[in-house]
């Protein structure tokens, strides 16, 4: 599958060390395992001149101290505070100048941000996701670009879940009604050869 990189952008969900890291309290071995396959296509889509998107799922402290129903602390316990090491990106995949990071504080990366305006001011339609959590972050992010006439690209071997029936069931979920599930080595970009 060949990608123009002017249309074309990689979103890199939630690769946090909260996420991520051993030491993150919300760790999963499978979102850790991602970050080499994950580093690999950053850096062949940076080189092809996509554009990377990082978000970064990131709660105040005092966010749902109001909350009506939606508390992920309730859900979750506290994890990836604001201005807290657990919210910062792994130090694995280095954010450049160049990309775009959108904070986000729920599920869905195009939830009251800018993302979906940044988007469209560049001419973006292909939209890259990778990271993680397959049946959270990913997969509600994956489903928002694609109810917007964005085309979510889910790449399977780059997105990691808690467990690997959470990966499948998200994979299916997206390929079935909003999106397309590919393979790493499927993409090219640019003048790359295929």
């Known amino acids: 599958m060949h990608l123009e990189p002017d249309s074309t952008a990689v979103v890199v969900v ?8 051993p030491d993150g309290s919300l760790y999963a071995p499978g979102s850790e395992a991602v970050i080499e396959p994950i580093g690999d296509l950053v850096d062949r889509a940076r080189e092809a001149g996509v554009r990377i998107v ?4 990131v ?3 005092d966010q749902f101290e109001d909350a009506h129903y939606y508390d992920e602390f309730d ?10 090491w657990e919210a910062e990106i792994v130090e694995e995949l280095p954010v450049e100048a160049a990309d775009h990071v959108v904070e986000k504080h729920t599920y ?13 001011a560049r001419g973006i339609k292909d939209l890259v996701f990778v990271g993680t959590l397959a049946n959270v972050c990913v997969l509600h992010s994956a489903g928002s670009a694609g109810l917007r006439d964005f085309r979510p690209l889910l790449v399977e071997d780059c997105i990691g879940a808690i467990e690997d029936e959470h ?8 390929d079935f009604l909003f999106g397309e599930v590919v393979e790493s080595d499927d993409l090219t970009f640019g003048s790359e050869a295929a």
Do not use: I
């Open 59 to 61: 709660h105040p402290p």
């Open 108 to 120: 869905d990366a195009f939830q009251k941000t800018e993302f979906e305006g940044w988007l469209n």
């Open 14 to 21: 939630d690769m946090q060390n909260g996420f991520c890291h």
């Open 75 to 84: 859900r979750w316990g506290e994890h990836v505070v604001e201005g807290s």
């Open 54 to 57: 990082f978000t970064r799922d």
């Open 167 to 174: 990966q499948e069931y998200a994979l299916e979920h997206a």
